[in-house]
Structure formats: C-alpha cells, structure tokens
C-alpha cells in the first residue's frame, strides 16, 4: 500500500513537472508519426463504474486538460513561484537564475509541500476507485476534501466572505456549505496576497543597499555612473553571506504548516 501510494505521488509529480515544462516552451515538438486509426464502440459498462470505456476515455482526457490549472492554481505552487521571482527582481539579477530554474525550484518544492495531500488522495479516492469500492462520484467527492482542507488552511475568511458575496450566495454556515467554485479564487488570492508580503520583506535590505550606494555615488559626483552596477555585488554578497536561499525556502515552507 506504502509503495502504491508513493508511486501515485511520483506519477502526480511527474505529470506536474512535464505541465510547466512544456508551458515554458523547453520541450521540443514531437517528430512526425502516422496516425493510427481509433475505432470506439459503445458497450454496457460492468461492475460499479457504470460508464462505457469510451466515456471514460473521454472523462479522462477532460481532467488532463484541466490538470494545468489543477495541479499549479490549487496548489502551494502559486505563492512559491511568485516569491522566487521576486527575489530575482530583489537582487536585480535580471534573468539569473533563468526562468527553467525558478520554475524547476518551484515544482519540487510544491511537490514536497503537497506529498501529504496528494497521499490521503490515494488513499481515500484512487485506491478504493481502482479497487471497484467507490464509483467516479464517490472518488471525486473523497478525492476533493483533502484539497479542500489545504486551501481552506491558507485561504483567509475575508477572501472567502468576497466571492461568496459577490456570488450572491447564501451565508455558509461552516466550511462543508461553500462551494468549491467560491473556494478557489478565494485561496489564489490569498495566495499572492501572502507571496507579496513575503516579497516586501524581501526587497527591504535590497533596497537600503540602492539607497547607500546611490547617495554615496551623488556625494562623490558621480551622477553618470549606473547605481545599479555598483550595488548588484554587494546584494549579492549579503545574500551569500547571511545563506539568503536557505533562510527563504526555509520560511516559504514553514508558512504552510
């Protein structure tokens, strides 16, 4: 059962890490192949799915195609991507580290962030489905609720009390009452909401940095002479120095226990 669920985790991660890649534009197109023809028929389904095989083809195919928005909106992803691109913007090193990197960073840590998650997944939905325990509804209703609990963790009241408004819905009475749908744009908010306050503390010491070296530059009359120039080694230094990537990742993770 362990490694079952592992392998479920590994395949979650890969199927991630193949998405942004192939976003990003890094991955090469597919050399030329014929087509082979693809005869379906409609049969009666067995056992407890009740779908034909080609439905759930069809079914299939329509989750992949939302497993972008699945795996990166509804994960810890967001608030991670946008913290590491705001410390490239901190430390005005333009296109170091290159966007294959950040993304890359941003992947595996969302991966170790979500295992847990995506582990009471298998658990409580994909086994018990593969088993013929549960049917599609059952598995996506058991499926939902660990995600569910994720977002709810990390999504503010306010946010969620905006789009259940704006929704015209029925005040909720607990969180089992709101919808997902309300759910989901209520946590990306809160997402970036977080992502720009750990960005504002970043930019500080990198801005006092511009700041000494742009007034010692006009002391010295050297108004010509690019701030900018001067300063990136120094914020570089401080960041080697007091282990800026260590004590980033360390804080980005821990703000989502």
């Known amino acids: 059962m362990i490694n079952k669920r592992w392998k479920f985790i590994f395949k979650v991660s890969i199927l991630l890490l193949l998405i942004i890649i192939s976003s990003q534009g890094i991955v090469e197109a597919a ?18 799915q009740n779908l034909a095989l080609p439905l759930q083809i069809m079914l299939l195919l329509t989750v992949l195609s939302l497993a972008p928005a699945i795996l990166i909106m509804l994960t810890s992803f967001v608030r991670i991507a946008v913290v590491l691109s705001l410390i490239r913007r901190a430390l005005a090193t333009r296109r170091m580290p290159p966007n294959q990197v950040i993304i890359g960073l941003a992947i595996f840590l969302t991966i170790f962030v979500m295992a847990p998650v ?66 989901i744009p209520a946590f990306i908010i809160s997402e970036l909401r977080i992502a ?62």
């Open 196 to 257: 720009f306050q750990i960005g504002f503390i970043i930019y500080l010491p990198f801005i006092v940095i511009d700041m000494i070296v742009a007034s010692t530059l006009m002391s010295m009359g050297m108004m010509m002479l690019p701030p900018v120039m001067i300063s990136l080694p120094f914020k570089i230094l401080l960041f080697v120095l007091v282990d800026g990537w260590y004590l980033v990742i360390k804080s980005l993770i821990k703000t989502f226990n």
């Open 31 to 48: 050399p030329t192949f014929e087509i082979p023809d693809v005869n379906l028929s409609i049969e009666t389904g067995e056992g407890s």
């Open 118 to 183: 995506w582990g009471q997944i298998y658990d409580t939905a994909v086994q018990p489905y593969l088993d013929d325990e549960i049917n599609q509804m059952q598995a996506y209703e058991q499926g939902i609720k660990p995600l569910r609990k994720f977002m709810f963790k990390q999504t503010r009241e306010k946010d969620i009390a905006l789009f259940v408004d704006l929704g015209e819905i029925e005040r909720p009475q607990n969180q089992m009452e709101i919808p997902t749908y309300v759910l």
